[in-house]
């Protein structure tokens, strides 16, 4: 079992910062593919990165490609995604997620546990 608990989330103009955090709790985390998901309001759920147990490989949806960095520090069971150069329609709810397998996937179906998520919106 693992529990993730976003945050980091607020309301910054165009062009500015974040950085979300999703902190998980479980003893299996460092054997988890880690993934950041998306949704806007009346939009599917849509892949924004994943990175590897080991932090070693990431992969990116193009649109945040770039501009965004996902990084996981096993050592605090945290999982990051910085958000640069960030645009209005990067607004939507953020969430984490966590595969128990050692692929990565950006396929929401491949998640097993989900965080409540964290609410990004960007002023133009």
């Known amino acids: 079992q693992v529990q993730l608990v976003e945050s980091g989330g607020g309301l910054v103009q165009a062009g500015g910062s974040l950085r979300l955090s999703c902190a998980a709790s479980?003893?299996?985390?460092?054997?988890?593919?880690m993934g950041w998901f998306r949704q806007a309001p009346g939009k599917e759920r849509e892949f924004v990165a994943a990175v590897s147990w080991s932090g070693g490989s990431t992969f990116y949806h193009y649109s945040g490609k770039g501009r965004f960095t996902v990084s996981r520090d096993n050592a605090k069971n945290t999982v990051y995604l910085q958000m640069n150069s960030l645009k209005p329609e990067d607004t939507a709810g953020y969430y984490c997620?966590?595969?128990?397998?050692?692929?990565?996937?950006?396929?929401?179906?491949?998640?097993?546990?989900w965080g409540q998520g964290t609410q990004v919106t960007v002023s133009s």
């Open positions: 479980g003893r299996t985390f460092s054997s988890t593919t």
């Open positions: 997620a966590a595969r128990m397998f050692t692929t990565i996937n950006y396929s929401t179906l491949q998640y097993d546990y």
